[in-house]
T-cell receptor, first 113, second 117 residues
Framework: DGGITQSPKYLFRKEGQNVTLSCEQN?????MYWYRQDPGQGLRLIYY???????QKGDIAEGYSVSREKKESFPLTVTSAQKNPTAFYLC????????????FGSGTRLTVV | AQKITQTQPGMFVQEKEAVTLDCTYD???????LFWYKQPSSGEMIFLIY??????QNATEGRYSLNFQKARKSANLVISASQLGDSAMYFC??????????????FGQGTRLTINP
């Protein structure tokens, strides 16, 4: 079955270390998105991409970086510049131009100690 | 400015009762879409229902219906005959426009629904 795979489910890192979260989809979707969720809060957009080798900043891009070298993959790096990286990270995708059909991964819970 | 507002941080409902979760939105784009998602404690986002701005009728999906009042910019979710498994966080979200590029979803703060037996 098609879907989005996020790995790992739980991630622990020491403060000051960069960490990369994986997001892979086999839905043939062009658009991919990264969201951050803090406890009891809604989702906020970090980065999004509509095509390979192209991506745009969302509302809270500072301290994060992404790449889109393959259509299927959209990894997110949480850098040491991100002041409060502990959060739940969700990846999503949808077909371009449809306005719906969003699919979400199961998320990665990052804890920085 | 907040684009999606969910004013109920928490709701407590008896099993089998109907429940309405409120959502208001703000946009100047004539073309937009409204979504409701359920998020159980596991964290996954489960799509429930979608309403397009040009849809003439309110969307329905099984026990879920969306009370769409365009003039009031309101898109409330109604769950009929609530079940214990409905206990979760519920998010209202909006995407603006239908264009060629990627279309971001903007989320509200969510409502935590608890169904009591």
């Amino acid at each position: 079955d098609g879907g989005i795979t996020q790995s790992p489910k739980y991630l622990f890192r020491k403060e000051g270390q960069n960490v990369t979260l994986s997001c892979e989809q086999n839905l043939n979707h062009d658009a991919m998105y990264w969201y951050r969720q803090d406890p009891g809060q809604g989702l906020r957009l970090i980065y999004y991409s509509q095509i390979v080798n192209d991506f745009q900043k969302g509302d809270i891009a500072e301290g994060y970086s992404v790449s889109r070298e393959k259509k299927e993959s959209f990894p997110l790096t949480v850098t040491s510049a991100q002041k409060n990286p502990t959060a739940f990270y969700l990846c999503a995708s949808n077909p371009l131009g449809t306005g719906d059909g969003y699919t979400f991964g199961s998320g990665t819970r990052l804890t920085v100690v | 400015a907040q684009k999606i507002t969910q004013t109920q941080p928490g709701m407590f409902v008896q099993e089998k009762e109907a429940v309405t979760l409120d959502c208001t939105y703000d946009t100047s784009d004539p073309s937009y879409g409204l979504f409701w998602y359920k998020q159980p404690s596991s964290g996954e986002m489960i799509f429930l229902i979608y309403q397009g701005s040009y849809d003439q009728q309110n969307a329905t999906e099984g026990r879920y219906s969306l009370n769409f009042q365009k003039a009031r910019k309101s898109a409330n979710l109604v769950i009929s005959a609530s079940q214990l498994g409905d206990s979760a966080m519920y998010f209202c979200a909006m995407r603006e426009g239908v264009r060629q590029g990627a279309q971001k979803l903007v989320f509200g703060q969510g409502t935590r629904l608890t169904i009591n037996p």
